[in-house]
Structure formats: structure tokens, C-alpha cells
């Protein structure tokens, strides 16, 4: 042990025992910077214990002080729309929304970038479990989870390394906790090449009057660590791991990533919400990034704002770990309670009952001191608000990136279109079967989707649905959506394009938008390019969040994704949560009823900067993303939902990435059901462009003149374009010669051989 900290009883003062007092602190090894090292020193006036120095490390790191992402996010809550659903916003483990009937739902969406690239299945694997954790913190019981995973080329030699792995980290945890998997992407690019993206969504349900909070009140109560023991997995992971580029040694990094026990974190679950039932518990926080660090600091800050702990009471699986080790490990499926001395023996006993081990370390003081000892000496006396809330805040440089201007002006326009009936029908199948549009089965096939038997809707359908009660069919509707590529065009109107995909697939289900996550995955902040991107992100959410009047609950901010000096595409994630009042009037995107009027809602232009048909036949990315339209949006959305509440249509799936054309495959393969179609238009725009705020249904007979009143008075374009029928998607229109005719037909059997070959030949 480097020195101890030796407090006169007689004094304020605090004196340093030291056997090596000159000798250099690792600080820069452990993430910090000379002035953030010196600002230490100046907090407590002298030289940081190791014990000290690491708790600050990991405290100040990117990852959990958020130090150059702070000044942005403050405008999720400076334009929050006014709402009185919204119960806990930002700064807790997660936001709490109200859904009505007395119900709150939490949900939250984390990455796991670096370690999943370091480690695939484990890395994969404790992502979806810290990210439960937070909502079991929350006092709910998890009820479903989500992913978003970006991986590089589909055939590149690391993707097929890492991807298997992603998967079954990610099936194999939450298929072990008994939790359904309702959705999520899978994307391909060259840009996540040896820097994938893992981010994982938890939802989770509670009465009102069950929320906790992350707090320690009440000098003299308890501080109970319990579930797994401490061990040397995880060690330094959020302040180094997650805030470092990767580099031909990253495989060197596997210590720092966790190992999970899903079976574990599942008893533990169980034990929580027994404990909140008998309401034995004033605070509790999960222990994940910066483990008794961060629970610790974090809960004692937020309460009387005192706690002494014993270190020594720690339950470990190492023995020979160092104080400061133990308290940088990241080691799974554990929490920290602050519980009423009364009340410790029935926790107790109702841990022993489902096997969890649980130990006092410890116990909430006044003092406003955060004060741990180790083999009877004081190693650790802070002010634990500076290591939980006043960390450092950066106003780094920002500057768009040198290549933007270029970029833009390289519009698809000079790319070749298809010109004949052939073509377009070759460019559907390539679309149909290429990495990011083809079926996902392969991946989700893993998951358990339906397991507790409230899952309505799972992938591949518009959203995640999911029952909440049984008796009125309240439930919940999720979407999870990013596009690196339209943010790398233009990152304020791409956070806002995938903000709206993810609005427009709830509202597709027949839910009313309520509430948004986030997941921010951004290359190095000491980039003035990538922090230009980042703002404008930022800022984009920020003012279309409010525009839409759903507010940001919370969320996650992912820095230093990139390899060597080359960052991934600016890619937000957007999470959208929906509520459903009646689960039984869903839809979903399937074409099941023959000779159905297929209608197009909304208005297509000719937008193809960072579609798929240029991504995928020329490799091409460069103009502006599609044009955000909110207020469409929002027509578009009460147009559906009052729609589908009435029953007057039988599918409905919003367009998106590689436009009508890929909507219809997928609706026609769902249902095994074939459309005739004809484009109005130019056939190569109406099937390709990528234009927001549309959506294709499927009527129910006799619904027309409903719908297209609904439509008018919304002031949503409405376009009959076809029935549904057959076995084959025929398509007429307008020819190269300006005359209507059949342009191709597809057999469902061909289009299903395209859609679903291409996953399983690269993952196996």
C-alpha cells in the first residue's frame, strides 16, 4: 500500500503516512491528466492515497463524469417539453415515465462498445446485464430488452470474429435472466470495422409508489453490499477501457473486461423485488461502471452526504486484491443498499433465502466525508461530491470535419439509375438480400422473444410490444434506430432522422409516442470534428425532442470509438417508448388479408444522399440525408394510431432504409402474402427514395373513405397504390417510354431465397 491517510481526532487536519511520499502516481495510466491530477491534490490538500487516486480515476473518466459531453446535454433538459408524464428524468439510473392505471415503466439504452470488441460474448453479455441492473435500481421488475448492434463488412475477417460472439453474449445472458428480446438492429458498415457497437435497451415495469432512488439518507443506516463477490474482472474498465481508441494491442485489454453469471443476476432480481415489496430499503444503486467507487461516492453525495466504509468487509473471490483494486473492479451482478438498522436483519434473511450473499461494509454518517479503512488505517477521506458530481467539464474545440463540404457535394445524382423493368427488378433483390436489409433470423433466432408471455410484437416487426396488464391490455411499445450514415452527412439532421424512425415504428404499432433514451457513439472528444458532430447531434434531438413533445429520460454517451486516428460514423441511437392502450387493437407490418387496398400515407421525393440503393450498388456515401419533417411526422403518427385504434387497417409498416421497395418485401414475406402494385411517378423514385414520414397499409374493406378523411384532415397525402394477393409482388409503371406496363414480377419463393441467405453464409 502506497500511504495511508492518518486523521488527528483533536484537528481538522489530515496528515499522510507514506513509506514512498516522492514516488510517481500512475495517473496518467489510470486516465487522468496533469491538471486533473492537480485538482485533486488541490480538493484535498495534499497528495491522493492510491486508494484516493483511484476512485477519483475512475469517478473524473469519460464514462462516468461525462466531462465533454456535460455542457451539450444540457439541453435535454433546458428544451424538455412540459409533461407531467415524465416521473423521474435525467441523472438516476434511468427515467421513469407514467403509463396510466398507476403504472411507470423505466427504460434505458447502454453501450458495451470496447469491451464487446475486446471480448465478444462476455463484453456482449454484461452489457445486457448492467444495463438490467439499472432498471432493477429503479425499483421495477425487468420485463424485455433490446440491442442495436454495428459490426464491419458482413464478410470481413473480424466481423466474423466478433458478431457469433455479440450474439451469444447477448442471447445467452438474456435468454438465461427469462427475459423476451422484442427488437433492435443489426447493422453492417466498413466504418465499425475493429470498433463494433453493442447497445443495449432494458424496460422495465412498477407502481408509482414503488420507484427507488439511488440515495443514502439517515445517518446511522446500513450500507449493505450484496450479490456476487468482488473479484479482479472489470478492473480499470470504465475509465480506461471505455475511454481509449483501440490499436493493434486492444486484445491485451482482456482483464478489463467483466465476466457475468446470468443465473446469478437472475436470483438476484428476485431478491430485489422482494426486498422492495416489504420496503426494506431507503436507497439502493446498482454496481457497474467504477463498481464501490461509484456506488459509494454517487449514493453518498446524493443523500446525508457522509458514509464510513470498511473495505475489509468487502466479500472477496481474490484475496490478494489491493484496496484500490477492489474498489475499480467492475465485477457483475452486484448492488449497494442503504438500509434502516432495523430492518438489516429481515434483509438479511431474505437474501440467505435466495442464496445472495450480503454483508454491512458500512454505514451513512453526516460528516459530508466519504471515509473507508483498510486493516485498520484510513485509506480513503474525500468529499464524495467531488468525486461524484464535480468532476471536470470541457468546453472542447468544435469544427465541422475537413472532408464535410466535399462530402455533401458528391451527390448520388451522378450515380446510374436503373432504366428498365429488369433493372429495377435486379435492384430490389440486391437490396432484399444485401447485409443491412436482409433477414435477421439468423440473429434473433437466438433470442427468446416470447418467453413470460406478454410479448405481442417482436422483431422483425415495426416495434417491440409488450403486455403491461392483462385485464385492460395496457401495454408499451419500443423501437431502437440509428443511421451512421445519414449523421455523417449532416449530424443534426441525422439524430432527428433516427428520432423520427423510431417515432414513426411505435406509432406504426398503434402507440402514442411518450418518451425517448438515447445512446450517443461518437470517435475521440479531443477531435473538434467529432465534438462538431457530437453538438450538432445533440442539439438536433434536443430541439426535435421538444418539437415532438416527448421528452429525453436519459441515456448514454460513447466516446473514443475509432481506431487509431479514424472515427466511426457519428452514429445516435434512439430509443422511443409508446403506449398502447388496449394491446389488442395492435398491427403489425404482415400483408394476411387478400385483396386489401394498399395505400401509401406521406410524400416522396427524390432523396438518396446516404440511402441503401447507393450504399449497397456503389458503395457510395456522400450528399444531404433525407429532408426532417416533424410536423409530418407527427400527422403521420396520429393518423396511424387513430387509424389502427378504429380498425381500419389490417398492416401497416413504415418506410425507411431502401424505401417502399424493401417495405413491401418484408410485408409480403411476413404475412406470405403477394401485392400487386402501380408506382404513381418515376418508378426508380417511388420505389428507392428514402423520404421520412411515410407508410405503407393494408385497409380493411370498407375502410377507404375513413382513411382517407383521416388522412385529409391531418393534411397526410394518402396514395392508393395497389391490393394485396398472389404469390408473386408484380409491379406496373410508368416505362422508359412514358407508358404504363408491368415492370417485373418476384416470386415470394425467390424473394425469400434472397432475403435470407446472406446473414447465415457469412456468421457460419
Known amino acids: 500500500m502506497e500511504s495511508s491517510v492518518q486523521v488527528d481526532p483533536g484537528t481538522d487536519t489530515v496528515a499522510i503516512a507514506a513509506a514512498s511520499p516522492d514516488r510517481p502516481q500512475p495517473y496518467v495510466e489510470l486516465g487522468m491528466n496533469d491538471e486533473e491530477y492537480q485538482r485533486v491534490r488541490h480538493i484535498l490538500g495534499r497528495r491522493p492515497t492510491s486508494a484516493e487516486l483511484a476512485i477519483y480515476s475512475v469517478m473524473w473518466s469519460e464514462h462516468c463524469s461525462y466531462k465533454s459531453s456535460k455542457v451539450h446535454l444540457r439541453q435535454f433538459?433546458?428544451?424538455a417539453p412540459k409533461t407531467d408524464k415524465l416521473l423521474v428524468g435525467m441523472g438516476e439510473n434511468a427515467g421513469v415515465v407514467d403509463i396510466g392505471q398507476g403504472w411507470a415503466v423505466t427504460f434505458k439504452v447502454e453501450s458495451h462498445n470496447h469491451p464487446s470488441y475486446v471480448e465478444p460474448y462476455q463484453g456482449a453479455a454484461t452489457g445486457v446485464g448492467g444495463i438490467v441492473r439499472d432498471i432493477m435500481s429503479m425499483g421495477a421488475r425487468p420485463i424485455a430488452v433490446m440491442d442495436s448492434l454495428r459490426f464491419g463488412p458482413a464478410d470481413a475477417p473480424d466481423t466474423q470474429r466478433v458478431l457469433p460472439g455479440v450474439v451469444a453474449g447477448v442471447g445467452g445472458y438474456g435468454n438465461s435472466l427469462g427475459l423476451p428480446n422484442i427488437g433492435g438492429e443489426t447493422v453492417f458498415d466498413a466504418c465499425y470495422e475493429?470498433?463494433?457497437?453493442?447497445?443495449?435497451?432494458?424496460?422495465?415495469?412498477?407502481k408509482h409508489e414503488d420507484i427507488k432512488r439511488a440515495v443514502a439518507p439517515g445517518p446511522g443506516n446500513k450500507v449493505i453490499l450484496f450479490g456476487a463477490l468482488t473479484g479482479p474482472d472489470g478492473i480499470g474498465g470504465a475509465s480506461v477501457l471505455a475511454s481509449a481508441t483501440f490499436d493493434e494491442e486492444s486484445h491485451q485489454k482482456r482483464p478489463s473486461v467483466q465476466v457475468g453469471d446470468p443465473f446469478m443476476e437472475k436470483l438476484l432480481i428476485e431478491c430485489c423485488l422482494e426486498l422492495f415489496r416489504e420496503d426494506l430499503v431507503v436507497g439502493i444503486q446498482d454496481l457497474g461502471a467504477a463498481g464501490v467507487s461509484c456506488a459509494t461516492t454517487e449514493?453518498?453525495?446524493?443523500?446525508?452526504?457522509?458514509?464510513?466504509?470498511?473495505?475489509?468487509?468487502?466479500?472477496?473471490?481474490?484475496?490478494?486484491?489491493?484496496?484500490?483494486?477492489?474498489?475499480?473492479?467492475?465485477?457483475?451482478?452486484?448492488?449497494?443498499a442503504v438500509v434502516s438498522p432495523d430492518k438489516v436483519d429481515r434483509f438479511m434473511e431474505i437474501c440467505r433465502r435466495w442464496e445472495i450473499p450480503a454483508t454491512v461494509i458500512g454505514q451513512v454518517t453526516d460528516t459530508r466525508r466519504l471515509v473507508m479503512t483498510w486493516r485498520g488505517e484510513t485509506i480513503v477521506d474525500i468529499p464524495p461530491v467531488?468525486?461524484?458530481?464535480?468532476?471536470?467539464?470541457?468546453?472542447r474545440p468544435l469544427e465541422p470535419p475537413k472532408d464535410l463540404g466535399a462530402l455533401q457535394s458528391d451527390t448520388p445524382g451522378r450515380l446510374t439509375r436503373p432504366s428498365n423493368g429488369d433493372e429495377l427488378r435486379r435492384t430490389v433483390l440486391w437490396l432484399a438480400g444485401s447485409p443491412n436489409l436482409a433477414s435477421k433470423t439468423w440473429v434473433t433466432s437466438q433470442y427468446d422473444r416470447y418467453v413470460l408471455g406478454n410479448t405481442v410484437l417482436a422483431m422483425p416487426e415495426n416495434a417491440g410490444v409488450v403486455r403491461i396488464d392483462d385485464e385492460s391490455g395496457l401495454g408499451i411499445s419500443l423501437s431502437l434506430d440509428g443511421n451512421g450514415r445519414y449523421a455523417r452527412l449532416d449530424p443534426y439532421s441525422g439524430a432527428q432522422l433516427a428520432l423520427s424512425e423510431a417515432y414513426r415504428n411505435v406509432a406504426a404499432t398503434g402507440a402514442r409516442p411518450l418518451a425517448v433514451t438515447n445512446c450517443l457513439n461518437f470517435g475521440s472528444p479531443e477531435d473538434p470534428g467529432v465534438m462538431w458532430q457530437f453538438a450538432r447531434a445533440v442539439e438536433g434531438l434536443a430541439d426535435a425532442c421538444q418539437y415532438l413533445g416527448i421528452p429525453v429520460t436519459g441515456g448514454n454517451v460513447s466516446f473514443y470509438?475509432?481506431?487509431?486516428?479514424?472515427?466511426?460514423?457519428?452514429?445516435?441511437?434512439?430509443?422511443?417508448?409508446?403506449?398502447h392502450d388496449d394491446v389488442r387493437r395492435r398491427v403489425n407490418m404482415a400483408l394476411t388479408s387478400d385483396g386489401a387496398t394498399i395505400a401509401l400515407l406521406g410524400e416522396t421525393r427524390e432523396e438518396f444522399g446516404g440511402s441503401e440503393w447507393a450504399h449497397v450498388v456503389y458503395g457510395h456515401l456522400g450528399g444531404l440525408p433525407p429532408l426532417v419533417d416533424l410536423k409530418a411526422e407527427a400527422a403521420l403518427a396520429s393518423v396511424m394510431v387513430t387509424a389502427i385504434r378504429e380498425g381500419l387497417l389490417t398492416a401497416v409498416h413504415d418506410l425507411s432504409d431502401g424505401g417502399l421497395s424493401q417495405t413491401l418485401v418484408e410485408s409480403c414475406l411476413r404475412g406470405g402474402l403477394g401485392a400487386r402494385i402501380t408506382l404513381p411517378g418515376d418508378p426508380f423514385v417511388t420505389l428507392f427514395s428514402e423520404?421520412?414520414?411515410?407508410?405503407?397499409?393494408a385497409v380493411r374493406p370498407g375502410g377507404e373513405a375513413r382513411l382517407a378523411a383521416l388522412c385529409e384532415s391531418a393534411g397526410v397525402p394518402v396514395t392508393q397504390i395497389g391490393v394485396a394477393g398472389g404469390?408473386?409482388?408484380?409491379?406496373?409503371?410508368?416505362?422508359?417510354?412514358?407508358?404504363?406496363?408491368?415492370?417485373?414480377?418476384?416470386?415470394?419463393?425467390?424473394?425469400?431465397?434472397?432475403?435470407?441467405?446472406?446473414?447465415?453464409?457469412?456468421?457460419?
Open 299 to 336: 449514493l453518498a453525495a446524493a443523500g446525508t452526504g457522509g458514509m464510513h466504509v470498511d473495505l475489509d468487509a468487502v466479500p472477496l473471490r481474490d484475496a490478494t486484491l489491493r484496496p484500490e483494486e477492489i474498489l475499480m473492479s467492475e465485477s457483475q451482478e452486484r448492488m449497494m
Open 561 to 579: 470509438n475509432q481506431t487509431g486516428t479514424t472515427p466511426i460514423n457519428p452514429t445516435p441511437v434512439i430509443g422511443v417508448l409508446g403506449v
Open 77 to 79: 433538459g433546458d428544451k
Open 194 to 206: 475493429g470498433n463494433p457497437l453493442v447497445n443495449a435497451l432494458c424496460v422495465g415495469v412498477m
Open 691 to 697: 423520404s421520412v414520414a411515410r407508410a405503407m397499409v
Open 386 to 395: 467531488t468525486a461524484a458530481d464535480e468532476g471536470p467539464v470541457y468546453e
Open 727 to 764: 404469390d408473386s409482388l408484380n409491379v406496373t409503371g410508368r416505362g422508359p417510354e412514358g407508358d404504363q406496363q408491368e415492370l417485373f414480377s418476384i416470386p415470394l419463393a425467390e424473394l425469400r431465397e434472397a432475403n435470407e441467405r446472406m446473414l447465415p453464409s457469412y456468421a457460419n
